[in-house]
């Protein structure tokens, strides 16, 4: 790898080190952030869901949650695109009712899964109750969900810097071993 593109993903991979460390001592732009990221991602899952209800509904028969599920997620999108700061202050209430209410759909959609056979159902099911467990706890303590958001992102922006920073140290070592096998090799 050149030492030009090493020295740039280092440079990437401290940046975002740094974007994550603002994360969490400014839970207030990342919200406004997440906010949009949320928005889009939402928006995209919802449309998508709603595809997967319609093509599915024949041999998965509560359809129905699916599709309340999906256009839950396209509502919430859109709110949080068209209203960023609204979406922000009302993010904590909003993530963790998706989360409480995907809980109790997972929940809900783990017997369709037992209906056809798939034995891992138990599964699904118990992370769906988790899931809206979750969620409930953090409806009841939204300060700490804000908290809590916030520092997850940054902990995520953080780990992936430092991904970027031990890759170019990964590939030093790569290719000193490289070098170390060509040189026996030529000696030979």
Do not use: H
């Not at 093509?55 to 999906?70: I, M």
């Not at 859109?78 to 909003?94: D, I, Q, R, T």
């Not at 993530?95 to 159902?121: C, H, N, R």
């Not at 590939?171 to 170390?180: H, L």
């Amino acid at each position: 790898m050149k030492t030009s593109t090493k020295i740039w993903l280092c440079i990437a991979g401290l940046l975002l080190v740094i974007l994550g460390v603002i994360c969490i001592v400014r839970p207030d732009i990342t919200l406004i952030s997440a906010a949009w990221i949320i928005g889009l991602l939402t928006l995209v899952t919802g449309i998508v869901k709603l595809i997967f209800t319609f093509r599915t509904q024949a041999f998965l028969p509560n359809s129905g949650t699916r599709a309340l599920s999906a256009l839950l997620d396209i509502f919430f999108g859109c709110f949080f695109l068209f209203n960023l700061f609204g979406a922000a202050l009302s993010l904590p209430v909003v993530f963790t009712l998706w989360v409480m209410i995907e809980g109790i759909v997972i929940a809900v959609q783990s017997f369709d899964y037992k209906k056809v056979g798939f034995p891992m159902w138990w599964v699904l099911l118990l992370l769906g109750i988790g899931g809206a467990a979750l969620g409930y706890y953090g409806l009841k303590n939204l300060d700490v969900a804000a908290g809590v958001l916030s520092t997850i992102i940054g902990i995520g922006i953080i780990a992936d810097g430092l991904a970027y920073i031990l890759a170019v140290v990964g590939v030093n070592r790569f290719e000193k071993r490289i070098d170390k096998l060509g040189r026996i090799i030529d000696e030979q």
